[in-house]
């Protein structure tokens, strides 16, 4: 199985020629700092590079080294996870350990997180199905809005013995309808057809909804009523009139449909789920721990011994077929505040065999976080302004006071890492953004002595920054 890279990757064509140090180069250009969380992923994802290039049979034997990451919130635990699974084109799914209850309870069942992985993957494959097939699609609804636009003539039953002269009348109807249909697609590409209203057969694919709750709740019933009935919810057509524009994007998507191959994308889907998918648990800090009392609520304990089986390799069932989980990549994170990783059941801390911990932010990491990332804080803001006209520039003294403010902050209150930044930020250009449509000044320079006028006051008391930062 051979992934392929986004083309933004220059050293590498595929995922095999990518080293583990370029990995944490690539994740470097999105999270600022937690080297040795960057690695410990960097590795991991190497390893199932290796696996694949292994005989099958010992590939089977090898199972995946999944992470415990340890820190507080807001330090970039998410974010690297999300990172890894676009450098690598994998199903991702980020999921919360403590929206699941224990099994005989009503709530969320732990094999429906294989389920949302595998629905993932199957869009993805079906994005990539779609690109695939985009120009042939267009090019064939263009012909079908072209059809409707101008119905093509009948045909003429030629006798046996047709006149010349009726030959060359045929001939002549059938250019002059080529020539006004190649008009019209010169006008439908130059959008000059755009507001014209067309007829368009439109499949009704309303479906009545059904709700069945059972004891194993409402996630185990996979059942399609269209297929059992097929006849009583067909898909009929009916005529709806639209604009041109509307009509063209019908028509490509139905094209779409009609080129790709649903049960191909759906076995390509489930075996990259299976080989390349990642979960993400977040919150398993908020399971961990053992319940002394007995009594009828829902325990932490249970909730772990469910997960421990998904975890460990076992099949669930869903809609598109058995999926086996043994070679998911399972990425676990917590900030352990009141609990740690030994508070797990002996059986889970076993199938998380990489410890990592993150830091928590400085004032430097935080200059950094507003500045280098392809998607920084400042580069969003001043390119929405910029819709508008408005030329926003930072000092390197205003982002120091907005890090110093958010380290401030986050010590006074609660740690909430570079989310801070967020709630800073916004309060920093409120003003601004209120104002930017209206103001007759376009360019604007943020320096240190305006972030001190605007956040010195708020900061200093901590009542009032506690609801506003």
């Known amino acids: 199985m051979v992934f392929y890279l986004p083309e933004t990757l220059e050293n590498a064509t595929s995922l095999e020629e990518l080293t583990p140090r370029q990995i944490v180069a690539e994740l470097d250009k999105h999270v600022v700092g937690q080297p040795e969380a960057k690695r410990s992923v960097a590795t991991a994802l190497r390893n199932r590079m290796r696996r694949q290039k292994l005989p099958q049979e010992q590939a089977e034997e090898i199972l995946p080294k999944n992470i415990i990451m340890i820190g507080p919130t807001g330090v970039g635990k998410t974010e690297i996870a999300r990172r890894l699974a676009r450098l690598t084109n994998s199903p991702f799914l980020k999921v919360e350990a403590s929206r699941f209850t224990e099994v005989g309870y009503v709530g969320r069942d732990v094999e429906s997180m294989i ?32 059809d409707i636009l101008l119905p093509p003539p009948p045909v003429v039953k030629r006798h046996e013995k047709a006149s010349g002269e009726e ?14 249909r190649e008009k019209l697609r010169a006008q439908l590409r130059e959008g000059k057809l755009d507001e014209r209203q067309v007829e368009v057969d439109v499949r009704d694919r309303s479906m009545p909804a059904f709700e ?20 009583l919810f067909g898909s009929r057509a009916k005529k709806r009139r639209m604009q041109v ?6 028509l490509i998507q139905e094209e779409e449909n009609r080129l790709i191959d649903m049960d191909q994308v759906t076995r390509v889907a489930v075996e990259r789920a299976e080989q390349s998918g990642i979960i993400f648990l977040d919150e398993i800090d908020k399971i961990a721990g053992r319940e002394r009392g007995h ?7 249970g909730v772990q011994r469910d997960i421990l089986p998904i975890v460990e390799g076992t099949t669930v069932n869903t809609r598109y077929g058995i999926v086996r989980t043994d070679h998911i990549l399972f990425i676990a994170a917590g900030a352990f505040h009141v609990t740690k990783p030994s508070d797990l059941i002996p059986e889970l ?23 280098e990332p392809k998607s920084a804080l400042v580069k969003q803001y001043t390119a929405l302004l910029e819709t508008e006209g408005i030329k926003l520039s930072f000092t390197d003294d205003a982002l120091e006071e907005v890090a110093r403010f958010a380290a401030a902050v986050n010590e006074q209150t609660e740690n909430i890492g570079a989310r801070r930044l967020h709630t800073i930020m916004e309060k920093l250009l409120d003003e601004i953004s209120f104002e930017g449509p209206d103001l007759k000044k376009k360019t604007i320079r943020i320096d240190g002595a305006y972030v001190q006028k605007q956040l010195a006051e708020i900061v200093k008391n901590q009542d009032l920054s506690r609801y506003i930062l």
């Open 295 to 301: 009594g009828p609520d829902v325990s932490r304990e």
């Open 245 to 250: 524009t509307e009509a063209m994007d019908y």
């Open 349 to 371: 801390q076993g199938r998380f065999p990489i410890r990592v911990e993150l830091h928590t932010l400085t004032t430097e990491d935080f200059i950094r976080i507003l500045k």
């Open 167 to 180: 030959e060359d009348r045929n001939t002549a109807a059938q250019e002059q309808f080529h020539r006004t």
């Open 115 to 146: 389920r949302d992985l595998v629905e993932l993957a199957i869009d993805m494959v079906r994005e990539e199905r779609v690109d695939e097939v985009a120009e042939k699609a267009e090019q064939s609804a263009e012909e079908r809005l072209l």
């Open 212 to 231: 069945i709750i059972s004891s194993q709740g409402v996630e185990e019933m996979d059942i399609n009523i269209k297929d059992i009935l097929p006849g």
